[in-house]
């Protein structure tokens, strides 16, 4: 059983990695003052980098909604969800 759920892991983090980066580069390109405060975040920074910790917390303190732009709300709500469902998916697992 513990196989078929590790099947299903990939297809999602994968996924989940596509939809940062679209956010990333959406951010870049259109909302690059606020890019730029965060320290430039990219998806091969740590998780531990200061640019990191600023994206998450423009993602969950929901600044993004500050900004009145629908397309950058929506990524910004996807990755949030995508996010919720890698925790649930690996608190199940173990």
């Not at 740590?46 to 990524?75: E, M």
């Amino acid at each position: 059983m513990k196989f078929f759920m590790d099947l299903y892991y990939l297809p999602i983090l994968l996924f989940a990695l596509l939809i940062s980066h679209l956010l990333i580069s959406y951010l870049s390109k259109h909302h690059s003052g606020i890019y730029a405060e965060m320290g430039k975040p990219k998806l091969t920074d740590s998780n531990l980098s200061r640019s990191a910790w600023a994206l998450q917390g423009f993602l969950w303190k929901f600044k993004f909604f500050k900004l009145h732009d629908v397309r950058l709300t929506l990524l910004c709500l996807a990755v949030l969800l995508l996010e919720l469902i890698l925790v649930i998916y690996v608190y199940a697992l173990l």
